[in-house]
């Protein structure tokens, strides 16, 4: 039997758990080498349209589905993700990869010899690395695009954005290229896609999942985290990667217990707070209309739902700190040496005048008050959970955007449509995503779970009653190739 034939009885990723496939491949009822081949396909046949990988090693992938097959035709216990092919979003190493990052300036430099410690623990668990997802220049923005590879689009509509940064990653799971891939979510670039693509997310508390080595910019912001349709299969990935390593300083202690078994039977949230807009500013209305009728839902069941309005003071302390710390802290630094240079004329261009104006504004200084202000956000914000499991609010203000546009609310193109997420990035906090319904065009509507610190089996298991109790499972339509 052929490889081609191999993958004809191989579920669509989409209809089967990650757990479940795995399992599958563990008891032998499907090869390792059919589900890889499985996805090879998918990729031939969907990436055209969609350019969610950037990058593909096809006989890399046969290779290490082979040699999995081996080992279990041998008896070995291979790992939990045994078989599963994963994309690998283009700002983490994946050895024999190019780590673009989605900038001309990288695009010749030598393909990595090592794997990030993420990427290398996936491995680790039997997973198998097909290639590498598009990416933002420097996962820089809510979009995903960039002058090396182009533009990625949304399965659900190939006019529209997938969201950013991760949207390479969430394209290529929600299309079922792959079952699973690498996220990292600096300012919302886990949750937006997750969203946008109409799949539950997690941003895990910092220092979870190790970033690096070596260790990756944004360290103020950043951490990184497995993607996948569901908040099950997510947990199912967490359980592989997370725990403390030493290239990553803000490293936490591994969990005693597993996270997916957390989430068997989860418990209700007793006390939420639901807030529209926590900072008063505009929401789109059928964001807010469909986030309100999930939480009515969680109403129903016992739980006590109280409403607020704006939760800082002042009301934009969130963009004040986000934005010299998301550009001044770590990316301007890394394309200082490129200003003045032919180079900086292949930056993305609304990136080169951010950047031009934090090399030119963001000082020590202002690093620093930055990051008190982050410290007061994180003060106020315990403030206002105390006595509340989780505050609930929309995932985005605005509408899914056409790529290169911006998010609209009640029709009208808005910069800030995507201002709630970087709160969670701020404050350090575990924050999860989950499709609450659609707009009237048919696009996926994101609601977000924001957690205590540290409490990210809390925001996986309200994430996971969210999924249980809205009963939705959306899978966009295949994609005409015709």
Same mark, same amino acid.
């Given at each position: 039997?052929?490889?081609?034939?191999?993958?004809?009885?191989?579920?669509?990723?989409?209809?089967?758990?990650?757990?479940?496939?795995?399992?599958?491949?563990?008891?032998r009822k499907l090869s390792a080498a059919a589900v890889t081949e499985h996805a090879l396909e998918r990729i031939e046949t969907l990436n055209p349209q969609l350019n969610a990988f950037v990058a593909l090693d096809a006989d890399g992938a046969r290779r290490q589905a082979s040699a999995i097959d081996e080992r279990l035709d041998a008896g070995d216990d291979v790992g939990p993700l045994a078989g599963i092919p994963v994309g690998v979003k283009d700002l983490a190493d994946a050895a024999g990869f190019v780590t673009t990052r989605g900038a001309m300036h990288l695009r010749d430099t030598p393909p990595v010899a090592a794997d990030s410690t993420e990427v290398a623990r996936l491995r680790a668990a039997g997973a198998v690395i097909v290639g590498k997802t598009n990416t933002p220049e420097f996962g820089c923005m809510g979009d995903t695009y960039n002058n090396v590879f182009g533009a990625t689009?949304?399965?659900?509509?190939?006019?529209?954005?997938?969201?950013?940064?991760?949207?390479?990653?969430?394209?290529?799971?929600?299309?079922?290229?792959?079952?699973?891939?690498?996220?990292?979510?600096?300012?919302?670039?886990?949750?937006?896609?997750?969203?946008?693509?109409?799949?539950?997310?997690?941003?895990?508390?910092?220092?979870?999942?190790?970033? !690096? =080595?070596? /260790?990756?910019? @944004?360290?103020? %912001?950043?951490?990184?985290?497995?993607?996948? &349709? *569901?908040?099950? $299969?997510?947990?199912?990935?967490?359980?592989?990667?997370? !725990? =403390?390593? /030493?290239?990553? @300083?803000?490293? %936490?202690?591994?969990?005693?217990?597993?996270? &997916? *078994?957390?989430? $068997?039977?989860?418990?209700?949230?007793?006390?939420?707070?639901?807030m529209p807009s926590f900072d008063g500013g505009p929401v789109d209305s059928e964001i807010v209309a469909s986030c309100a009728a999930a939480i009515e839902r969680l109403a129903t069941q016992g739980v006590d739902v109280v409403e607020a309005t704006t939760l800082f003071d002042p009301a934009d302390l969130v963009s004040q700190a986000f934005a010299p710390l998301f550009l001044g802290g770590s990316i301007a630094p890394a394309f200082r040496a490129l200003l003045g240079t032919p180079a900086w004329d292949d930056v993305t261009d609304w990136l080169a005048v951010a950047l031009e104006d934090a090399l030119e504004t963001v000082t020590v200084d202002t690093l620093a008050q930055a990051r008190q202000q982050s410290a007061e956000l994180s003060m106020q914000l315990g403030e206002a959970m105390s006595g509340f499991d989780a505050v609930l609010m929309p995932t985005m203000a605005g509408q899914t955007p056409v790529v290169g546009g911006n998010g609209t609310i009640d029709g009208v193109e808005i910069e800030n449509w995507v201002r709630f997420t970087p709160l969670a990035n701020l404050t350090r906090r575990p924050a999860g995503t989950v499709c609450s319904g659609f707009t009237g065009d048919g696009m996926p509507i994101g609601l977000s779970v924001l957690g205590h610190q540290t409490d990210d089996v809390g925001v996986l298991q309200t994430v996971a009653v969210l999924e249980d109790l809205l009963g939705l499972d959306p899978i966009p339509p295949d994609i005409s190739v015709g």
């Open positions: 039997m052929s490889q081609r034939e191999a993958a004809v009885d191989v579920p669509d990723f989409r209809t089967v758990s990650v757990e479940a496939l795995a399992s599958m491949v563990q008891d689009w949304n399965p659900w509509n190939l006019g529209r954005s997938p969201g950013g940064s991760s949207g390479g990653t969430a394209a290529a799971v929600m299309s079922g290229m792959v079952p699973a891939g690498t996220g990292s979510d600096g300012g919302g670039s886990i949750r937006i896609p997750s969203a946008m693509c109409g799949m539950s997310g997690l941003k895990p508390s910092h220092g979870r999942v190790p970033s !690096g =080595p070596p /260790p990756l910019g @944004l360290l103020d %912001l950043s951490c990184v985290g497995p993607m996948a &349709r *569901r908040i099950r $299969d997510v947990a199912y990935c967490l359980d592989a990667v997370i !725990g =403390p390593h /030493p290239s990553d @300083l803000r490293s %936490l202690p591994a969990p005693t217990e597993s996270w &997916r *078994r957390a989430l $068997d039977d989860p418990p209700l949230p007793r006390r939420v707070l639901w």
